[in-house]
């Protein structure tokens, strides 16, 4: 195994945003976006071919990874059930990746730093890269682990998405996990939730 594959999510509709969540601007740099951001971040993983789930605004989005530096490698995917939800495109991603373990990471989630995405991989390597596994980023708050995004899959995990309806959440697929894993990381960036307006002038910096 080369480790896990970085597969963004970015299938949603962004309706309470009101604009493609992947493309909007988290800075004045022309591609601080969402998906620029993941897309250079999860480089750290070591894979170089990733691949973005996309749905509504899959086109948009295709004109966009053209942008993108170092996005030439990029998959895009097109998830014409975007409306049942994230479990049907990362069932894409699977099927055009056979035998691979993945690294899930939602637009929701944008500003995740490349540390998180390093202590993944040597997390998930120093495992054994386990064939049924689960691993997720948490930090410690109020003294208890907060866990969040992005998280890895095992390959015969991901195997079991075909017993399931497309719009359950991934999170009922972590109860059959073995072994359930976590790593501390410093980032709170992992419990971010892009939705709403107000959470996009939340993380965009201050002078932008």
Do not use: Y
Not at 161 to 183: H, I, K, S, T
Request: negative net charge.
């Amino acid at each position: 195994m080369s480790g896990p594959v970085l597969v963004v999510l970015a299938a949603g509709a962004s309706s309470r945003l009101g604009t493609p969540k992947a493309l909007v601007r988290l800075g004045d740099e022309p591609n601080r976006t969402p998906l620029a951001c993941l897309l250079a971040a999860g480089s750290a993983l070591g894979n170089a071919a990733p691949v973005v789930v996309a749905g509504t605004d899959h086109d948009v989005i295709a004109m966009a990874l053209a942008e993108v530096p170092g996005a030439a490698s990029a998959r895009l995917l097109l998830n014409p059930a975007w409306r049942a939800g994230r479990t049907g495109g990362l069932c894409l991603a699977r099927d055009a990746l056979p035998g691979e373990d993945l690294c899930v990471a939602p637009v929701d989630v944008p500003l995740v730093p490349r540390a998180v995405f390093s202590a993944l991989a040597r997390a998930w390597s120093e495992a054994g890269e386990p064939a049924r596994g689960w691993l997720a980023p948490f930090v410690v708050q109020d003294g208890r682990r907060r866990h969040g995004h992005p998280v890895v899959i095992g390959r015969d995990l991901l195997a079991e998405l075909d017993a399931r309806e497309p719009d359950r959440p991934l999170r009922d697929l972590r109860a059959g996990a073995d072994p359930l894993l976590g790593v501390e990381v410093a980032s709170r960036a992992i419990l971010d939730d892009l939705d709403r307006p107000e959470d996009l002038a939340r993380l965009r910096p201050s002078d932008s």
